[in-house]
């Protein structure tokens, strides 16, 4: 049975840090990622790994800050979140994506066939 689940979530000041963690099992994935929901704003792709090549891919907001990391074998990635800023607030997602459909495609929610139900980051002082 598929199932995706998220850990590590919690509350940081600013400038602190957090990892998230993402572990999926059922079957093997070619692409996962994370993405990110804040209260009253859309879905927003936040980073992910490609397995082939390990290639990461990340939103301009989150580069230099945010790394993403994973073990292919065991399906399980992780999101290492540095210098936190409030609007790093929302729902943290991990998706996991069966076939890839180009490079475009990692960067959009509708390409991912499994989601965990998210865990919450909150950046407040």
């Known amino acids: 049975q598929m199932q995706v689940v998220e850990s590590g979530g919690g509350s940081m000041q600013p400038g602190g840090s957090l990892r998230l963690s993402c572990e999926a099992s059922g079957q093997t994935f070619s692409t996962m990622g994370w993405f990110r929901q804040a209260p009253g704003k859309e879905r927003e792709f936040v980073a992910a790994?490609?397995?082939?090549?390990?290639?990461?891919y990340y939103a301009d907001s989150v580069k230099g800050r945010f790394a993403i990391t994973g073990d292919n074998a065991k399906n399980t990635v992780y999101l290492q979140m540095n210098s936190l800023k409030p609007e790093d607030t929302a729902v943290y997602y991990c998706?996991?994506?069966?076939?890839?459909?180009?490079?475009?495609?990692?960067?959009?929610?509708?390409?991912?066939?499994?989601w965990g139900r998210g865990t919450q980051v909150t950046v407040s002082s």
């Open positions: 998706a996991a994506d069966l076939s890839y459909s180009g490079s475009a495609s990692v960067y959009q929610d509708r390409f991912y066939d499994y």
């Open positions: 790994i490609r397995w082939s090549g390990v290639r990461t």
